[in-house]
């Protein structure tokens, strides 16, 4: 069960979709929602701030103090943000459902990772701007954190969480998405399997697949509904998005975190870097 759910603030702003997302999760299970802000140190900001003589060394330090006074102010207005979303939703010590706030200095893609190890889910807001979670702390998190990672859309949910869909490819990260969902599951009233096959003619071993998945969530005690869908010369993971959210109506989608190389860090496929870039549904993955 996700009874213990970390919010991280990656860009030093709370986000009210990851935290609304993550609410949404804890009173399946009457659960415990972290939220957790990390402040740049001087150490950490004197990482990337780095005097070259006596006269910039003076202006290095000044530069130090006004970007930790930025920084606390930002906390202040995060603070403020969770601390009104906790009234809106009356999340209080006493309740099924319970909320904190946490403050650290160092690192925050470090913190993220290190506070995962000890909770049962990771929530993701998307950043402001582009909204691109496919590289930076939003990759390394969820490469590192050996927890599922729970995307939050930037926008309302048009679906409920109870209509999961799985994007199913036999792989070792999909396996570990659907093992991790398993909880989800078992409350949703809808579970749809959904391959996608690039051309009519791979349906078949797609087909093989999702039935295999099927035949194992039956074992839990699940109905799941299985299909497939032909990405033919369109982006096989727009389709799958579209099929998700358009026709199958989730509120959830389950899909595996797809390796294409590694070098000095993770890079992601192009499927899943679609996937962080757009989906406007929530998303499970797992690495």
Known sequence: MFK???VPDLDGTCNPDALRLSVQIARMFEGHVLCLHVRHSASELGRYIMPTNPETAIYS???VQSLI??????????RRVF???C???RLDHDGPVTAAWREGDGNVCDQAIQRGYYHDMVVLGRPSGSGDLSKGDAADILVNCGRPVLLAPAAALSNPLSTVVIGWKESAPAAKAVAAALPLLAE???VHILGVAERSCDAGPVLVAVERLAAYLRSHGLAPQSGHVVSDDRDPAEVLLEAASERL????LV?????HSRAREFVFGGFTRHVLRSASLPVLLAH
């Open 4 to 6: 213990n759910i970390l």
């Open 61 to 63: 330090s000044q530069l």
């Open 69 to 78: 006074e930025a920084d606390r102010r930002r906390a202040e207005r995060s």
């Open 83 to 85: 601390d009104a979303f």
């Open 87 to 89: 009234a809106r939703e």
């Open 188 to 190: 949703a009233s809808t």
């Open 249 to 252: 109506h989730g509120g959830l």
């Open 255 to 259: 899909m595996g975190a797809y390796a």
